[in-house]
């Protein structure tokens, strides 16, 4: 030991050892700080070592107890009212209305991109409300999530599931909306009743606010996803033109309305 | 291939991994969406594990960059030891990172791959330059010996 140890050898040994702990010390310390984030959230309903896509695997690490993104969506909707699909003042002088369904990318990229700038500067300065028609466009999978969004909307949580699912958007019809997910995606959510938002996705009142969508979108003649439109209540609504999903887009038609 | 050469190499390894850290940096903290063909970037980017001890993950991987690129400047063994060191380090905290991307996560980010790919890229011209400097009799400035001239 004592001759393997020396010149060339104990380079190489140095070497090796400051990298170990380097490593050792990184992984430890993102192991240790996504631990903290779990902790910090409401306890997890379910125990099931499962897979982020809800498939349960053996090899797969025990699912955490929240989803991705799930503070961010927190703070963003921080005591912002919401009424079922309404998000703000419900007496704002605008309306802003979107059309989306859970599985539709580009519904995924207006969540991430403009809606943070746009709750912020339009919504909770009481200017704009917004109201969000989720509507099944892109296939099957999509009502899982329909539904979901709806039964947390019962408890004033619609928005917050919404912008979860986006975050954690997976395939179009790969059966990415599923149960465990929804069920993380609830625990995400501080002061949302999970087992009541999942018990409520099959409830006459959602029944009646999907149907209500439904006909909201064909009145609007719907058929792409997200659409979207804007007016003053009880005024003429049109549909806002976007070149892009992000804020730019939508600011010249919400500042002239808001005037 | 000289001592010169893999120095330029690590150099010019380090530059691209210092731009793909330098993007997500950006990226993060001027609301930008990232430029994504694998769809998981903004996820994994968003992610618990985007930090370490709240610091952007990116961040680390710039600084580490710039680190190693340092000790490309430098003919010492000493500063060879220092880079090998970083960048094998970075490589298994990287390895780690595409682990919770696939396992954990469910969402691969294209530019934290770009990365390790530079990643282990560089670890093997760090081990190589290291293995031919550790061969080398120093002289007591850590310098390699000039050759003599003629």
Same mark, same amino acid.
Request: net charge positive.
């Given at each position: 030991?004592?001759?393997?140890?020396?010149?060339?050898?104990?380079?190489?040994?140095?070497?090796?050892?400051?990298?170990?702990?380097?490593?050792?010390?990184?992984?430890?310390?993102?192991?240790?700080?996504?631990?903290?984030?779990?902790?910090?959230?409401?306890?997890?309903?379910?125990?099931?070592?499962?897979?982020?896509?809800?498939?349960?695997?053996?090899?797969?690490?025990?699912?955490?107890?929240?989803?991705?993104?799930?503070?961010?969506?927190?703070?963003?909707?921080?005591?912002?009212?919401?009424?079922?699909?309404?998000?703000?003042?419900?007496?704002?002088?605008?309306?802003?209305?979107?059309?989306?369904?859970?599985?539709?990318?580009?519904?995924?990229?207006?969540?991430?991109?403009?809606?943070?700038?746009?709750?912020?500067?339009?919504?909770?300065?009481?200017?704009?409300?917004?109201?969000?028609?989720?509507?099944?466009?892109?296939?099957?999978?999509?009502?899982?999530?329909?539904?979901?969004?709806?039964?947390?909307?019962?408890?004033?949580?619609?928005?917050?599931?919404?912008?979860?699912?986006?975050?954690?958007?997976?395939?179009?019809?790969?059966?990415?909306?599923?149960?465990?997910?929804?069920?993380?995606?609830?625990?995400?959510?501080?002061?949302?009743?999970?087992?009541?938002?999942?018990?409520?996705?099959?409830?006459?009142?959602?029944?009646?606010?999907?149907?209500?969508?439904?006909?909201?979108?064909?009145?609007?003649?719907?058929?792409?996803?997200?659409?979207?439109?804007?007016?003053?209540?009880?005024?003429?609504?049109?549909?806002?033109?976007?070149?892009?999903?992000?804020?730019?887009?939508?600011?010249?038609?919400?500042?002239?309305?808001?005037? | 291939?000289?001592?010169?050469?893999?120095?330029?190499?690590?150099?010019?390894?380090?530059?691209?991994?210092?731009?793909?850290?330098?993007?997500?940096?950006?990226?993060?903290?001027?609301?930008?969406?990232?430029?994504?063909?694998?769809?998981?970037?903004?996820?994994?980017?968003?992610?618990?594990?985007?930090?370490?001890?709240?610091?952007? /993950?990116?961040?680390?991987? +710039?600084?580490?960059?710039? &680190?190693?690129?340092?000790?490309? #400047?430098? $003919? !010492?063994?000493?500063? %060879?030891?220092?880079?090998?060191?970083?960048?094998?380090?970075?490589?298994?905290?990287?390895?780690?990172?595409?682990?919770?991307?696939?396992?954990?996560?469910?969402?691969?980010?294209?530019?934290?791959?770009?990365?390790? /790919?530079?990643?282990?890229? +560089?670890?093997?011209?760090? &081990?190589?330059?290291?293995?031919? #400097?550790? $061969? !080398?009799?120093?002289? %007591?400035?850590?310098?390699?010996?000039?050759?003599?001239?003629?």
């Amino acid at each position: 030991m004592k001759r393997f140890l020396h010149g060339r050898n104990l380079l190489f040994v140095g070497v090796g050892s400051v990298a170990a702990v380097i490593a050792v010390v990184l992984i430890l310390v993102s192991v240790l700080g996504s631990s903290s984030a779990e902790s910090t959230s409401p306890a997890p309903t379910t125990t099931a070592a499962t897979g982020s896509n809800g498939t349960t695997g053996s090899a797969a690490p025990a699912a955490p107890p929240t989803v991705p993104g799930a503070a961010g969506t927190a703070a963003l909707f921080r005591g912002i009212p919401q009424q079922l699909n309404q998000l703000g003042n419900p007496n704002a002088k605008v309306t802003m209305i979107e059309f989306a369904d859970p599985q539709c990318p580009y519904c995924r990229q207006f969540a991430l991109d403009a809606l943070p700038t746009i709750v912020k500067e339009y919504v909770r300065t009481g200017k704009v409300k917004l109201v969000l028609f989720a509507i099944n466009i892109l296939g099957p999978n999509s009502d899982n999530g329909l539904r979901a969004m709806y039964a947390a909307g019962i408890q004033g949580k619609l928005w917050n599931v919404a912008s979860l699912l986006y975050k954690n958007q997976g395939a179009e019809n790969s059966g990415w909306i599923t149960d465990d997910l929804l069920r993380r995606i609830g625990n995400s959510i501080p002061g949302l009743d999970t087992e009541k938002m999942l018990a409520d996705r099959f409830s006459p009142e959602v029944d009646s606010a999907l149907a209500a969508s439904s006909q909201q979108a064909s009145n609007a003649r719907i058929s792409e996803t997200p659409t979207f439109f804007a007016g003053r209540p009880g005024g003429t609504f049109r549909q806002i033109p976007v070149s892009s999903l992000t804020p730019k887009a939508f600011r010249p038609t919400l500042d002239s309305l808001v005037k | 291939m000289t001592d010169g050469r893999l120095r330029v190499a690590i150099g010019v390894l380090a530059l691209a991994g210092a731009a793909v850290s330098a993007y997500l940096v950006y990226s993060r903290y001027s609301g930008t969406r990232l430029v994504c063909t694998t769809g998981g970037c903004e996820t994994v980017q968003h992610s618990r594990y985007a930090k370490a001890a709240g610091v952007p /993950v990116a961040v680390l991987g +710039l600084v580490a960059y710039f &680190a190693v690129f340092a000790t490309a #400047l430098s $003919a !010492r063994v000493e500063a %060879a030891a220092i880079g090998a060191a970083i960048v094998f380090g970075g490589l298994a905290f990287g390895i780690y990172l595409i682990i919770i991307q696939v396992a954990v996560i469910d969402a691969i980010c294209q530019w934290c791959l770009a990365s390790d /790919v530079i990643l282990a890229l +560089l670890a093997l011209v760090s &081990a190589e330059r290291l293995r031919r #400097l550790a $061969a !080398r009799p120093q002289d %007591a400035s850590g310098r390699p010996p000039m050759a003599a001239p003629g």
